[in-house]
């Protein structure tokens, strides 16, 4: 079946220290999206893609880099780690043209940032 | 700016009572409105959406939603409660031509469900 990954699921790091969040999706969907979900902010957008070598801010982006060198991959870089980083993070993907389109979730990555 | 306003932070309802979680937005043009779940310990799950038409939409699970434009609300509502319903419900609003913000979520509302 295709699904959504990421990886790892638990992840402690220092501050200061590059990290790479890992996203992989096998259903050939166009759009994929990078989300932080923080108490009482809920899901905050940090970067998306629309397709291969395009990549947009979202509305939490400073600190953070995506590239997207193929469908099914985007990983989120933490360029010097920082302690309000601490949060979950969730990758999604959609298929089609724009943001109307469904967007199917993945479970999700704990990051602690001491 | 385009927002969604969950009211309700946490509810607390008895199993097999009914439900209804409140969304309002603020958005100028028709929007693109969704209810996503998210159980304990897992990413978000589409429950239903709207985009045009019929203003009540079902969805899975036993949900539904009603699009009322004159009061800018999209509430959900479950006519009986099972405890696996216990979670966490996010409105969120889509925009078109948006910048740098294509779907806007609300902060969520977490669901209690009591024997």
């Known amino acids: 079946d295709a699904e959504i990954t990421q990886s790892p699921r638990h992840k402690i790091t220092e501050t200061g220290r590059q990290v790479t969040l890992a996203c992989h999706q096998t259903?050939?969907?166009?759009?994929m999206f990078w989300y932080r979900q923080d108490l009482g902010h809920g899901l905050r957008l940090i970067h998306y893609s629309y397709g291969v070598q395009d990549t947009n801010k979202g509305e939490v982006s400073d600190g953070y880099s995506v590239s997207r060198s193929n469908t099914e991959d985007l990983p989120l870089t933490l360029e010097s780690a920082a302690s309000s980083q601490t949060s979950v993070y969730f990758c999604?993907?959609?298929?089609?043209?724009?943001?109307?389109?469904?967007?199917?979730f993945g479970p999700g990555t704990r990051l602690l940032v001491l | 700016a385009q927002s969604v306003t969950q009211p309700d932070i946490h509810i607390t309802v008895s199993e097999g009572a009914s439900l209804e979680l409140r969304c309002n937005y603020s958005y100028g043009a028709t929007p693109y409105l969704f209810w996503y779940v998210q159980s304990p310990g897992q990413g978000l799950q589409l429950l239903l959406k709207?985009?045009?038409?019929?203003?009540l939409v079902q969805g899975i699970k036993g949900f539904e939603a009603e699009f009322k434009r004159s009061q800018s609300s999209f509430n959900l509502r479950k006519p009986s409660v099972h405890w696996s319903d216990a979670a966490e419900y996010f409105c969120?609003?889509?925009?078109?031509?948006?910048?740098?913000?294509?779907?806007?979520f609300g902060k969520g509302t977490r669901l209690s469900v009591i024997a």
């Open positions: 259903w050939n969907h166009n759009n």
């Open positions: 999604a993907s959609s298929d089609g043209q724009g943001p109307q389109e469904t967007q199917y």
């Open positions: 709207y985009f045009s038409g019929d203003t």
């Open positions: 969120a609003v889509a925009q078109l031509n948006s910048g740098n913000t294509p779907l806007v």
